[in-house]
């Protein structure tokens, strides 16, 4: 159908979430687990590729939280999603 499933805004929030976090945990040689994870589709993307970004909200040394944006190739944010970790 052409469309966006919402699922690969999942994976990539997710997948940008975790490894954030567990770039964060090997500073003191530890790794890092999803526990948590929320997504609000916003709007279909538009153009051949998105781009996820993650940024920290909090960097702890049990649970981490990023906030991930979604972008579409005319830089609209297509999804927003929340990632927590345990850090294992």
Request: with cysteine.
């Amino acid at each position: 159908m052409g469309l966006w499933h919402g699922g690969g805004s999942g994976v990539l929030v997710e997948t940008a979430g975790s490894l954030a976090a567990i770039a964060h945990a090997r500073t003191f040689k530890h790794s890092a687990v999803g526990i948590e994870l929320s997504v609000s589709h916003l709007r279909p993307p538009h153009g051949h590729q998105v781009i996820a970004t993650a940024t920290a909200v909090h960097l702890g040394k049990r649970t981490t939280t990023h906030t991930v944006e979604i972008v579409d190739d005319e830089g609209r944010i297509c999804a927003i999603g929340r990632m927590t970790c345990q850090v294992v």
